[in-house]
Protein backbone atom coordinates (compact mmCIF):
# COMPACT_ATOMS: atom_id res chain seq x y z
CA UNK A 1 0.00 0.00 0.00
CA UNK A 2 2.92 2.21 1.09
CA UNK A 3 4.36 2.26 -2.83
CA UNK A 4 0.76 3.41 -4.07
CA UNK A 5 0.55 5.99 -1.85
CA UNK A 6 4.05 6.98 -2.49
CA UNK A 7 3.02 6.64 -6.66
CA UNK A 8 0.40 9.04 -5.76
CA UNK A 9 1.90 11.22 -4.43
CA UNK A 10 4.71 11.68 -7.06
CA UNK A 11 2.25 12.05 -9.50
CA UNK A 12 0.10 14.83 -8.22
CA UNK A 13 2.13 17.04 -5.53
CA UNK A 14 4.51 18.69 -7.88
CA UNK A 15 2.45 20.27 -10.38
CA UNK A 16 3.96 22.89 -11.43
CA UNK A 17 6.63 20.04 -12.51
CA UNK A 18 4.43 17.63 -13.92
CA UNK A 19 1.76 19.91 -15.14
CA UNK A 20 1.51 18.79 -18.89
CA UNK A 21 1.02 21.82 -20.74
CA UNK A 22 3.45 23.36 -24.05
CA UNK A 23 5.67 25.74 -22.07
CA UNK A 24 7.09 28.70 -23.91
CA UNK A 25 10.20 27.32 -24.48
CA UNK A 26 9.17 23.87 -25.92
CA UNK A 27 6.79 26.61 -28.31
CA UNK A 28 10.01 27.76 -29.10
CA UNK A 29 12.30 24.93 -29.42
CA UNK A 30 9.93 23.62 -31.71
CA UNK A 31 10.10 26.58 -34.42
CA UNK A 32 12.76 24.79 -36.42
CA UNK A 33 12.75 21.17 -34.77
CA UNK A 34 13.09 17.41 -36.60
CA UNK A 35 10.95 14.71 -35.91
CA UNK A 36 13.17 13.56 -33.11
CA UNK A 37 12.18 16.33 -31.25
CA UNK A 38 8.55 15.52 -32.02
CA UNK A 39 9.37 12.19 -30.55
CA UNK A 40 11.01 13.11 -27.26
CA UNK A 41 7.89 15.84 -26.57
CA UNK A 42 5.61 13.39 -27.14
CA UNK A 43 7.47 11.29 -24.46
CA UNK A 44 7.96 13.99 -22.25
CA UNK A 45 4.43 15.09 -22.55
CA UNK A 46 2.83 11.65 -21.77
CA UNK A 47 5.11 10.75 -18.54
CA UNK A 48 4.53 14.28 -17.23
CA UNK A 49 0.74 13.55 -17.88
CA UNK A 50 -0.81 12.67 -14.48
CA UNK A 51 -4.45 12.50 -15.65
CA UNK A 52 -3.29 9.99 -18.48
CA UNK A 53 -1.15 8.06 -16.37
CA UNK A 54 -3.94 7.71 -14.02
CA UNK A 55 -6.18 6.06 -16.05
CA UNK A 56 -4.11 3.75 -17.33
CA UNK A 57 -2.95 2.65 -13.72
CA UNK A 58 -7.04 2.02 -13.33
CA UNK A 59 -7.42 0.06 -16.44
CA UNK A 60 -4.10 -1.94 -15.54
CA UNK A 61 -4.98 -1.94 -12.16
CA UNK A 62 -7.09 -6.06 -12.08
CA UNK A 63 -5.20 -6.68 -15.10
CA UNK A 64 -2.70 -9.96 -14.85
CA UNK A 65 -2.70 -11.75 -17.91
CA UNK A 66 -0.42 -10.06 -21.03
CA UNK A 67 -3.04 -10.54 -23.38
CA UNK A 68 -5.51 -8.55 -21.57
CA UNK A 69 -3.59 -5.83 -20.99
CA UNK A 70 -2.57 -5.66 -24.29
CA UNK A 71 -5.62 -5.92 -25.87
CA UNK A 72 -6.96 -3.13 -23.58
CA UNK A 73 -3.67 -0.84 -24.48
CA UNK A 74 -4.34 -1.59 -27.80
CA UNK A 75 -7.78 -0.17 -27.92
CA UNK A 76 -6.70 3.12 -25.74
CA UNK A 77 -3.81 3.31 -28.07
CA UNK A 78 -6.16 3.12 -31.05
CA UNK A 79 -8.67 5.55 -29.58
CA UNK A 80 -5.98 8.40 -28.68
CA UNK A 81 -4.28 8.08 -32.44
CA UNK A 82 -6.92 8.32 -34.26
CA UNK A 83 -8.40 11.95 -32.07
CA UNK A 84 -4.59 13.06 -32.01
CA UNK A 85 -4.11 13.03 -35.68
CA UNK A 86 -7.19 14.14 -37.32
CA UNK A 87 -8.35 17.15 -34.78
CA UNK A 88 -4.55 18.17 -35.25
CA UNK A 89 -4.67 17.94 -38.78
CA UNK A 90 -8.04 19.95 -39.45
CA UNK A 91 -7.81 22.02 -36.66
CA UNK A 92 -10.69 20.68 -34.20
CA UNK A 93 -10.47 23.10 -31.39
CA UNK A 94 -11.28 23.35 -27.43
CA UNK A 95 -10.88 24.79 -24.63
CA UNK A 96 -8.14 22.06 -22.90
CA UNK A 97 -8.95 22.45 -19.54
CA UNK A 98 -12.43 21.17 -20.14
CA UNK A 99 -11.16 18.45 -22.06
CA UNK A 100 -8.47 17.55 -19.28
CA UNK A 101 -11.83 18.22 -16.67
CA UNK A 102 -13.44 14.98 -18.83
CA UNK A 103 -10.51 12.89 -19.17
CA UNK A 104 -10.21 13.51 -15.01
CA UNK A 105 -14.06 12.13 -15.36
CA UNK A 106 -12.36 9.38 -17.68
CA UNK A 107 -10.39 8.29 -13.87
CA UNK A 108 -13.54 8.26 -11.58
CA UNK A 109 -15.33 5.73 -14.24
CA UNK A 110 -12.48 3.49 -14.28
CA UNK A 111 -11.57 3.84 -10.82
CA UNK A 112 -16.02 3.44 -9.86
CA UNK A 113 -15.68 0.62 -12.58
CA UNK A 114 -12.80 -1.18 -10.61
CA UNK A 115 -15.07 -1.12 -7.09
CA UNK A 116 -17.61 -2.95 -9.19
CA UNK A 117 -19.88 0.13 -8.39
CA UNK A 118 -22.20 -0.11 -11.51
CA UNK A 119 -23.63 -3.59 -9.57
CA UNK A 120 -23.18 -2.60 -6.30
CA UNK A 121 -24.47 0.77 -6.25
CA UNK A 122 -27.20 0.65 -9.58
CA UNK A 123 -27.72 -3.17 -9.80
CA UNK A 124 -26.30 -2.68 -13.78
CA UNK A 125 -23.63 -4.06 -15.38
CA UNK A 126 -21.33 -2.31 -16.44
CA UNK A 127 -20.88 -1.14 -19.89
CA UNK A 128 -18.46 -2.86 -22.29
CA UNK A 129 -15.04 -1.76 -21.27
CA UNK A 130 -13.28 -2.57 -24.63
CA UNK A 131 -15.85 0.16 -26.23
CA UNK A 132 -15.28 2.23 -22.76
CA UNK A 133 -11.51 1.91 -23.32
CA UNK A 134 -11.75 3.20 -26.80
CA UNK A 135 -13.99 5.81 -26.11
CA UNK A 136 -12.23 7.05 -23.47
CA UNK A 137 -8.94 6.60 -25.64
CA UNK A 138 -10.52 9.49 -28.29
CA UNK A 139 -11.26 11.63 -25.30
CA UNK A 140 -7.45 11.59 -24.25
CA UNK A 141 -6.66 11.52 -27.67
CA UNK A 142 -8.31 15.23 -28.08
CA UNK A 143 -6.42 16.17 -24.83
CA UNK A 144 -3.16 15.02 -26.58
CA UNK A 145 -4.18 17.35 -29.93
CA UNK A 146 -5.61 20.39 -27.61
CA UNK A 147 -1.72 20.75 -26.28
CA UNK A 148 -0.26 19.94 -29.82
CA UNK A 149 -2.05 22.45 -31.49
CA UNK A 150 -0.46 24.71 -29.14
CA UNK A 151 2.80 24.49 -31.17
CA UNK A 152 3.99 26.22 -34.29
CA UNK A 153 3.28 23.41 -36.44
CA UNK A 154 4.12 25.33 -39.78
CA UNK A 155 2.74 24.17 -43.51
CA UNK A 156 5.39 21.48 -44.14
CA UNK A 157 5.54 17.84 -42.99
CA UNK A 158 2.42 18.50 -40.20
CA UNK A 159 1.08 14.98 -40.77
CA UNK A 160 5.08 13.40 -39.94
CA UNK A 161 5.00 15.86 -36.80
CA UNK A 162 2.18 14.75 -35.48
CA UNK A 163 2.87 11.14 -36.27
CA UNK A 164 6.13 11.62 -34.62
CA UNK A 165 4.48 13.05 -31.51
CA UNK A 166 2.28 10.16 -31.78
CA UNK A 167 5.20 8.05 -31.73
CA UNK A 168 6.69 9.80 -28.49
CA UNK A 169 3.20 9.20 -26.54
CA UNK A 170 3.60 5.64 -27.16
CA UNK A 171 7.30 5.10 -26.21
CA UNK A 172 6.03 6.85 -22.73
CA UNK A 173 3.06 4.90 -22.45
CA UNK A 174 5.26 1.94 -22.87
CA UNK A 175 7.55 3.08 -20.22
CA UNK A 176 5.23 3.85 -17.67
CA UNK A 177 3.10 1.13 -17.93
CA UNK A 178 5.97 -1.16 -17.55
CA UNK A 179 6.49 0.51 -14.23
CA UNK A 180 3.01 0.36 -13.54
CA UNK A 181 2.86 -3.44 -13.93
CA UNK A 182 5.97 -4.07 -12.07
CA UNK A 183 4.64 -2.40 -9.32
CA UNK A 184 1.24 -3.98 -9.33
CA UNK A 185 2.89 -7.59 -9.65
CA UNK A 186 5.05 -7.06 -6.65
CA UNK A 187 2.03 -5.72 -4.68
CA UNK A 188 -0.32 -8.61 -5.91
CA UNK A 189 1.98 -11.18 -3.86
CA UNK A 190 1.52 -9.46 -0.47
CA UNK A 191 -1.73 -9.83 1.59
CA UNK A 192 -2.13 -5.92 1.83
CA UNK A 193 -3.43 -6.02 -2.08
CA UNK A 194 -6.69 -7.66 -0.78
CA UNK A 195 -7.00 -5.58 2.19
CA UNK A 196 -6.46 -1.86 0.46
CA UNK A 197 -7.56 -2.78 -3.22
CA UNK A 198 -11.22 -1.27 -2.56
CA UNK A 199 -9.55 1.52 -0.78
CA UNK A 200 -7.09 2.24 -3.59
CA UNK A 201 -9.85 2.74 -6.29
CA UNK A 202 -11.54 4.26 -3.86
CA UNK A 203 -8.46 6.60 -3.36
CA UNK A 204 -8.10 6.69 -7.24
CA UNK A 205 -11.37 8.27 -7.51
CA UNK A 206 -11.23 11.10 -5.16
CA UNK A 207 -7.81 12.07 -7.14
CA UNK A 208 -10.19 11.92 -10.41
CA UNK A 209 -12.32 14.01 -8.66
CA UNK A 210 -10.17 16.73 -7.33
CA UNK A 211 -8.51 16.77 -10.61
CA UNK A 212 -11.81 17.63 -12.53
CA UNK A 213 -12.56 20.45 -10.34
CA UNK A 214 -8.73 21.67 -10.66
CA UNK A 215 -9.12 22.23 -14.20
CA UNK A 216 -12.86 23.49 -14.02
CA UNK A 217 -11.08 26.38 -11.57
CA UNK A 218 -8.36 26.61 -14.11
CA UNK A 219 -11.24 26.80 -16.24
CA UNK A 220 -12.86 29.57 -14.32
CA UNK A 221 -9.37 31.60 -14.02
CA UNK A 222 -8.83 31.55 -18.00
CA UNK A 223 -12.40 32.94 -19.08
CA UNK A 224 -12.74 35.46 -15.92
CA UNK A 225 -8.89 37.04 -16.23
CA UNK A 226 -10.27 39.75 -14.06
CA UNK A 227 -12.19 38.44 -11.20
CA UNK A 228 -9.53 35.53 -10.87
CA UNK A 229 -6.30 36.56 -11.66
CA UNK A 230 -3.26 33.83 -12.48
CA UNK A 231 -1.07 35.85 -10.86
CA UNK A 232 -0.45 34.26 -6.97
CA UNK A 233 -0.49 37.38 -4.86
CA UNK A 234 -3.88 38.82 -6.80
CA UNK A 235 -4.84 35.09 -6.81
CA UNK A 236 -4.82 35.15 -2.67
CA UNK A 237 -6.21 38.72 -2.45
CA UNK A 238 -8.69 38.44 -5.00
CA UNK A 239 -10.42 35.00 -3.75
CA UNK A 240 -9.67 36.98 0.06
CA UNK A 241 -12.52 40.14 -1.48
CA UNK A 242 -15.03 37.71 -2.42
CA UNK A 243 -15.10 36.28 0.71
CA UNK A 244 -15.69 39.56 2.07
CA UNK A 245 -18.36 39.96 0.24
CA UNK A 246 -20.00 36.97 1.10
CA UNK A 247 -22.74 36.48 3.29
CA UNK A 248 -21.12 34.95 6.73
CA UNK A 249 -22.10 31.72 7.59
CA UNK A 250 -20.89 29.22 9.85
CA UNK A 251 -17.94 28.00 7.56
CA UNK A 252 -16.36 31.35 7.69
CA UNK A 253 -14.17 30.93 10.53
CA UNK A 254 -13.15 27.91 9.10
CA UNK A 255 -12.77 29.35 5.66
CA UNK A 256 -10.45 32.53 7.33
CA UNK A 257 -8.03 29.97 9.02
CA UNK A 258 -7.38 27.59 5.56
CA UNK A 259 -6.43 31.13 3.97
CA UNK A 260 -4.07 31.74 6.79
CA UNK A 261 -2.61 28.47 6.42
CA UNK A 262 -2.09 28.50 2.14
CA UNK A 263 -1.57 31.91 2.36
CA UNK A 264 1.62 33.00 0.61
CA UNK A 265 2.98 35.25 3.12
CA UNK A 266 2.86 32.29 5.54
CA UNK A 267 4.58 29.62 2.72
Known amino acids: MKHLVFFFVWLLLPFNVLAHGISDADKSRLLDAGLIDYVELGATHMLSGYDHLLFLFGVVFFLTRFN??????????????????????????ANYYLVDAVIALTVCYKAFENIDGFKRYFNYKAPNLIWMVFAFGLIHGFGLSTRLQQLPLGEQSVVMKILAFNVGVE?????????????????????????????????????????????????????????????????????????????????????????????????
Open 68 to 93: DVLKFITAFTVGHSITLLFATLYNIQ
Open 171 to 267: VGQVVALTLMLVLLSGWRKRESFAHFEKASNVALLAVGGLLFLMQLHSYQHQVMAEEYPINKDDHYHAHEEMQEKKTPSALDGYQKRINVITSPHNQ
